[in-house]
C-alpha cells in the first residue's frame, strides 16, 4: 500500500494525527493518493469452528480489511485476479462521475478481469459519506469479495467524539453457485428449503464483537449491510439513536430505537453514551427476510456486548426494538426540493418459471442476460445507433435517458417479498410509497425536501416512486441487491446521454480496459452481439427464456405450514 500526501485521519470533529494502520482499517488522509495491490484469491475461512469453506479474499485475508479515507482523495486499486473465473470490483455508491468505465459492473460497463490478468480503478473520491466495495461478477459477493469504504469529511457537520464502523454481514456454509441452484429451481420443495445463515459482525462472528463506550462520549456508529441477501435490524438496549446519515447523505438528526439495512443500504447513527460503568449492555444485529414465513427464521437473532467495563455484567432493558424510521420522514441536510419528473420510467417486478424451465425473476417480464460485449462499449462505439434500445440487446432491459433529464422511475413490487432496489451512478428522491394490491390503496408521499439515498428497500406487495436527475452521463444498472435475485435476472440498464458518453468518456477508457476484453475473446465494438448494425441481433427470442404465462410466483407468501410440507416433500 502507498499513501502519498498523507497528513492525518479524521474522526468527527478531530484532527490528532492517528497511526495509518488502525484496527485492520487501512487509513489515510485529506487530499492524499491512496495505491493499493490487492490480490483477489480465495481463503479457507473458519466460522468460530463450525465449518470452513473457502471465501473469496484479498491477500490472503478474509474478512477484508476497510478502506478509510478523506473526500477529495483520489483511490487506487491495483487489482490482480488469482481466481478462477474472471471477477470485478464496484465501488457502490460512489458515482464515478467521468468514468463510468471505472464501475466494475462486468459486461455492462467493463469485460471483467480474466483469470490471471490485472487492471487498476482510479476511484476519485468526491463525495463523503459510509460506502463499499465488492465484486460486480456473479454471486462473487456473496462468496465474501467485499468490505467497506468509509470517506470521511474534513467539514463534517454533526460533532463525535469517535466512530465505529460496522458491517453487518450474512454468511452461507453453502457456496454461491449451490445456493443459485436452488433458487434457480422450479420446484417449490427444493426452492423453498430454508437457508440458514450466520452473521459476521464488525469482521467477527456477532456474540464475540464489543462495541467499547467510555462515559458521556458520543459515537458515531456506521451500519452496512454488505451480506448477500438478509436485512439486518439494530438497537441498542438502554441506548437511543439519533439517524444522521443514509446512504452517503446527510439527514437532519433523527431519533429512533432502531434501524433497518436492507441489503446494500448504509446508515450513520450518534449514540452518546451512559454516564457510568456499573453496566454493560446488548445490541443486537437482528437479521431479517420476508422470504421465509416461519418464525423460527425471522427474525434470526444475533447479538453483541457494549461493553462500558471488562469487570461489569451485563444488564438486560429489552424495549421497543423493532422501531423503525421511514425513508419518507427524513430530510436531506441539502435541502433540495422535490424534483419534477420530465421522463417515467415503470418497472413491474415478477418472479416465476421461464420457458427454459428455471425459476427466474424479471422486469416488465424481461429476465436480464448479459450481452456478448459490455453495453458501455456498444454506448461508445455505434455512432448514432446508440440512441435506439435495440443496439443493446432485449434482454438488458435497457432505457435510454436524455441528458439533464428528471427521470421518474415508479416500481412495482408484484412479489409477496422485499427487494432492495439500487442504482448505479446517482443517488434518487424517494417521492412515494403504496400497497398496489389495497383496493385501499394505501400511500405515504415525501416531504417537500425528499430524502434522497442509492439504495431503496421495496416491500412485497408494494411500489415506490423515485425521481433523478440524468446528469451523469454513462450505462448505469438498476437492480435488486439480493446476489441471488441479481443472478436471476432482476436487473435492468440506464444509458444515459449516448452522444455524451461518445464525446466525454470515449476517448478516456485505459489501453488495460480493452486488453482485458481482448485477452477473454470478448469484442470492443459493436452491439449487443457484437454486430455493426443495429438490428444485426439475430433472434434473441430464441437465444434467451420467457414467462410461461400464468406461471407468475403468487402474490401472497406460502403459510408456513405449507413451507413445512414443502420441506417434508423435498
Known amino acids: 500500500m502507498h499513501i502519498l500526501l498523507a497528513e492525518r485521519c479524521f474522526f468527527g470533529s478531530s484532527t490528532k494525527p492517528v497511526l495509518l494502520l488502525v484496527l485492520g482499517l487501512w487509513c489515510v488522509a485529506h487530499a492524499a493518493t491512496i495505491e493499493l495491490n490487492w490480490d483477489i484469491e480465495y481463503v479457507d475461512y473458519s466460522m468460530e469452528g463450525m465449518f470452513t469453506r473457502k471465501a473469496i479474499g484479498i491477500n490472503g485475508q478474509w474478512p477484508i480489511p476497510g478502506v478509510v479515507a478523506t473526500k477529495g482523495d483520489t483511490l487506487i486499486i491495483h487489482a490482480t485476479n488469482k481466481l478462477k473465473e474472471p471477477t470485478s470490483l464496484h465501488s457502490h455508491g460512489i458515482f464515478q462521475n467521468g468514468t463510468n468505465f471505472y464501475d466494475g459492473a462486468a459486461m455492462v460497463t467493463e469485460c471483467g478481469i480474466p483469470m490471471n490478468g490485472s487492471f487498476t480503478y482510479v476511484v476519485n473520491l468526491n463525495q463523503a459519506g459510509t460506502y463499499w466495495i465488492h465484486s460486480h461478477f456473479k454471486s462473487q459477493t456473496a462468496d465474501g469479495l467485499r468490505t467497506t ?91 437511543t439513536l439519533r439517524l444522521i446519515e443514509v446512504d452517503g447523505v446527510m439527514v437532519k438528526e433523527r431519533t429512533t430505537h432502531g434501524v433497518t439495512v436492507g441489503t446494500g443500504q448504509r446508515a450513520s447513527v450518534l449514540v452518546t453514551a451512559l454516564n457510568t460503568t456499573d453496566n454493560n449492555y446488548i445490541f443486537h444485529a437482528d437479521m431479517y427476510t420476508d422470504l421465509l414465513q416461519m418464525p423460527r427464521y425471522n427474525p434470526l437473532n444475533f447479538t453483541g456486548t457494549i461493553e462500558y467495563s471488562p469487570r461489569a455484567k451485563i444488564k438486560r432493558e429489552r424495549s421497543t426494538m423493532w422501531m423503525n424510521v421511514s425513508d419518507l420522514d427524513l430530510e436531506p441536510l441539502d435541502a433540495e426540493p422535490m424534483l419534477e419528473a420530465d421522463q417515467i420510467v ?212 406460502p403459510s408456513g405450514w405449507m413451507l413445512i410440507s414443502y420441506i417434508l416433500q423435498g
Open 149 to 239: 469504504l468509509i470517506i470521511r469529511d474534513p467539514d463534517e457537520v454533526y460533532k463525535y467524539d469517535d466512530e465505529i464502523i460496522l458491517p453487518l454481514e450474512d454468511w452461507f456454509r453453502e457456496p454461491a453457485k449451490t445456493l443459485i441452484k436452488q433458487f434457480n429451481n422450479p420446484d417449490p420443495h427444493i426452492r423453498f428449503k430454508p437457508i440458514v445463515p450466520y452473521a459476521i459482525i464488525g469482521g467477527t462472528c456477532s456474540s464475540k464483537k464489543r462495541l467499547n463506550f467510555a462515559p458521556g462520549k458520543t459515537y458515531r456508529i456506521r451500519l452496512l449491510n454488505i451480506g448477500a441477501s438478509f436485512d439486518f435490524h439494530f438497537s441498542m438496549e438502554a441506548h
Open 346 to 557: 415503470t418497472l413491474d417486478a415478477y418472479s416465476g418459471i421461464f420457458s427454459d424451465q428455471s425459476f427466474r425473476h424479471s422486469f416488465n417480464n424481461v429476465t436480464y442476460a448479459v450481452p456478448q460485449i459490455p453495453t458501455l462499449l456498444t454506448a461508445m462505439t455505434m455512432g448514432d445507433y446508440a440512441n435506439r434500445t435495440e443496439v443493446y440487446g432485449k434482454q438488458t432491459d435497457t432505457h435510454i435517458l436524455k441528458h439533464l433529464d428528471v427521470v421518474q422511475i415508479v416500481v412495482n413490487n408484484h412479489d409477496y417479498y422485499s427487494h432492495p432496489f439500487h442504482l448505479h451512478g446517482h443517488v434518487f428522491q424517494i417521492i412515494e410509497t403504496g400497497d398496489i394490491r389495497s383496493k385501499e390503496r394505501r400511500v405515504k408521499t415525501a416531504l417537500d425536501t425528499p430524502v434522497k439515498r442509492d439504495t431503496v428497500v421495496i416491500g412485497g406487495g408494494h411500489y415506490a416512486i423515485l425521481r433523478f436527475r440524468a446528469d451523469n452521463p454513462g450505462v448505469w444498472l438498476f437492480h435488486c441487491h439480493i446476489d441471488f435475485h441479481i443472478m436471476l435476472g432482476l436487473q435492468m440498464t440506464f444509458v444515459e446521454a449516448p452522444d455524451k458518453i461518445q464525446s466525454r468518456l470515449k476517448h478516456k477508457v485505459p489501453d488495460a480496459y480493452r486488453e482485458n476484453c481482448v485477452a477473454q475473446g470478448i469484442k470492443t465494438t459493436g452491439n449487443a452481439l457484437g454486430g455493426s448494425e443495429v438490428m444485426d441481433l439475430g433472434d434473441q427470442d430464441q437465444l434467451n427464456p420467457s414467462p410461461y404465462p400464468d406461471q407468475f410466483e403468487s402474490a401472497d407468501p
